[in-house]
């Protein structure tokens, strides 16, 4: 099997081409493939399909198997790699996902793209769209305690995918593998979360480390990024443009007044080879 590595600021993703390859059963190879020792290394698997209502399609699998709705970062390198590899030569193209399908402006650098602005689409704020268990209301600086008696202020939002937002004045108190887990498996989320400690710095700028769902830390995540837009509306932290500082890099998100949120960022390609199945 042919894949291609790539990465969105980070955010790295093995990725195949099923218009030329067939991948039977990616929910049992996404933990083997992903393997940062044994496999090739990844925070998951993404499948790039033919599509009846897109350019192409995208099935992201995390790196415990678990299928995810959609991925922010990994959607704007399925878009260079469809574009790179003339699958198609639309600009914007559109690409199917879980989570519906999305329009995709690509930038490019001699040919090749280098950066994209996605449009994410309109976030859901109410709790059985989160889901999360309780009465039918938004999830605004609500509070959330864990097992261990730790309580955190939460903002929840789906971006086709489950997340919560936590702001914090410091990182320093924060042991991301410790609460993020205990969060993402709180029993208020039946289908876990995606879990952001998010430090404001001004209204335009916003510093966030992120613990995923089925995957555990990463260096970003651009869902993740759209839906602390959002939040930083909701809390009166940050006007409707942000810069997100993110450990593997940035990305502008912009809450526009159509609803919809759009994230742009860079897509790297890092190389290509082949798995023995």
Known sequence: MKFTKMHGIGNDYVYVNCFEEEVKDP?????????????????????????????????IFNADGSEAQMCGNGIRCVAKYVYDHKITQKNPLTVETQAGVKTIQLFTTNGKVSSA????????????????LGKETQVIDEKLTLGDGTSFNITCVSMGNPHCVIFVDTFDNIDLTKHGAGIERHPSFPERT??????????????????????????????????VCVAGVLNKK?????????????LDLEWSEDGNVYMTGPATEVFTGKWTL
Do not use: Q, Y
């Open 27 to 59: 929910a049992k190879l996404a933990p083997i493939i992903s393997d940062r020792h044994f496999g090739v290394g990844s925070d998951g698997l993404i499948l790039i399909l033919p599509s009846k209502v897109a350019d192409c399609k995208m099935r």
């Open 117 to 132: 602005r996605v449009n994410m689409g309109k976030p859901r704020l109410m709790r059985s769209e989160i889901p999360m």
């Open 238 to 250: 940050t006007g409707r443009k942000v810069l997100a500082h993110l450990p593997g890099g940035d």
């Open 194 to 227: 995606n879990v952001h400690f998010v430090r404001a710095h001004n209204p335009g700028e916003v510093t966030m480390k992120t613990w995923e769902r089925g995957s555990g830390i990463t260096l970003a995540c651009g869902t993740g990024a759209s839906a």
